[in-house]
């Protein structure tokens, strides 16, 4: 199974600030990686998918980059509304797995 | 307007079996691959299971702790996804959502199974 770890995986910010959460694959996933936002009580949000295609309806202060083993998501200048946990997925290959979770919290 | 509901969660005895469905409607189920994923209170995402897609092997996926307890399903004249979940444990115990394709583009608001005597 691909292993996905996340780090942070909390971290205090400030409105305004900017943000990057990273996750790295225990293999080569190509750019098949997605980002996930979920506030507490409600489903996960697709936020990127391919690495670094915002879904539509996403705000442009998200961002995403990376291949193969390494990835990048970057929140520009946090939003009140941004404050959340955010989940980075690989579908290269089944099983599908979950990075362990970022909580993003207010400083 | 594509939306997913989930329905058929609930107490259950550990041993006990329940039959999720997830209710899709604004596009065709048939032509993508389904997945559900679970989360246990207060715990990260877990994918369970996946189908594939009127495009690709027809075939379905399951993560190792569930083989030979659940099943996926879906019926595409109802445009329904399903996951009969059979020999329940306290470790099932979650909220259970379905996701539109491996990449997770569309998500229901999730139904929670909880395990129990």
């Known amino acids: 199974d691909i292993q996905m770890t996340q780090s942070p995986s909390s971290l205090s910010a400030s409105v305004g600030d900017r943000v990057t959460i990273t996750c790295r694959a225990s293999q080569g996933i190509s750019n098949n990686l997605a980002w996930f936002q979920q506030k507490p009580g409600v489903a996960p949000k697709s936020l990127i998918a391919a690495a670094s295609s915002l879904q539509s309806g996403v705000p442009s202060k998200f961002s995403g980059s990376g291949s193969g083993t390494d990835f990048t998501l970057t929140i520009s200048s946090l939003q009140p509304e941004d404050f959340a946990t955010y989940y980075c997925q690989q579908y290269h290959i089944y099983p599908l797995t979950f990075g362990g979770g970022t909580k993003v919290e207010i400083k | 307007e594509v939306q997913l509901v989930e329905s058929g969660g609930g107490l259950v005895q550990p041993g006990g079996s329940l039959r999720l469905s997830c209710a899709a409607s604004?596009?065709?189920?048939?032509?993508?691959?389904m997945n559900w994923v679970r989360q246990a209170p207060g715990k990260g995402l877990k994918w369970v299971s996946s189908i594939s897609g009127s495009g690709g092997s027809g075939g379905t996926y399951y993560t190792d702790s569930v083989k030979g307890r659940f099943t996926i399903s879906r019926d595409n004249s109802m445009n329904t996804l399903y996951l009969q979940m059979n020999s329940l444990t306290a470790e099932d115990t979650a909220i259970y959502y379905c996701?539109?394709?491996?990449?997770?583009?569309?998500w229901g608001q999730g139904t929670l199974v909880t395990v129990s005597s």
């Open positions: 996701a539109r394709s491996d990449l997770g583009d569309y």
């Open positions: 604004g596009f065709t189920l048939s032509n993508y691959a």
